[in-house]
């Protein structure tokens, strides 16, 4: 996170970055807005929609928005092979031509880093849990833009004070809202009680950076 922090300064307007992680895979399916990236639905139903901007906030059209994120048991799915379908809960969506986004996918849950290893060991050592808090990953980019590797983090998950890999910026924690609507549930195409996320990207010009200061 030093190294994220030293290296990805943004402006005002532009979505903080955080960790990649271990556990993005390339060549994620290419999804149309508004396809699930549940492949087993197995889990809460979550929509997940917003608007991809510039700094300014004008609307960039045609944003790539590579997204993935645990199970809802907390695993990804490279961590079950057999288990999980390939590909499970990862996909990639372009925004419209306002910058608008929008996808289905199931509410992700809080879960331990491995411990079988010095990281393990380090954490014992410190008398430290192993757990992030629940989120969703996300790359975003245009051309002309440059990119950022971010998280979308559930706000009110009880280990956001104390994020195992210290991944956590206030920036980035959105509110999950139950909606127990079932007219607003089929115009999403999902079941009632979902959960809606609301949340924009904001891209900063790749020429642009800002003061070391």
């Not at 879960?111 to 380090?122: K, M, N, Q, R, S």
């Amino acid at each position: 996170m030093l190294v994220d922090a030293i290296n990805n300064r943004k402006p005002n307007g532009a979505t903080e970055s955080t960790v990649l992680g271990p556990f993005h895979v390339e060549g994620a399916p290419e999804r149309a807005l508004g396809d699930s990236i549940s492949l087993d639905g197995r889990g809460e139903p979550c929509v997940i929609r917003g608007r991809v901007v510039d700094a300014a906030g004008r609307p960039i059209a045609g944003a790539r928005l590579d997204v993935w994120q645990t199970s809802a048991d907390g695993f990804y799915d490279v961590q079950q092979p057999g288990v999980q379908p390939e590909m499970n809960l990862r996909g990639v969506f372009h925004a419209d031509g306002e910058g608008r986004f929008w996808f289905r996918t199931v509410r992700p849950a809080a879960y331990p880093i491995p411990t079988d290893g010095p990281v393990g060991a380090l954490l014992t050592a410190l008398g430290r849990h192993p757990y992030r808090p629940a989120h969703i990953h996300f790359i975003v980019s245009a051309d002309g833009f440059a990119p950022v590797t971010t998280h979308i983090f559930v706000d009110g998950d009880p280990y956001l004070d104390s994020d195992a890999v210290f991944g956590v910026k206030a920036s980035l924690v959105a509110p999950f809202t139950r909606v127990d609507d079932a007219e607003e549930a089929a115009r999403h195409g999902v079941p009632a009680p979902f959960w809606l996320v609301e949340r924009d990207f904001g891209l900063a010009p790749a020429d642009v950076r800002p003061s070391a200061a």
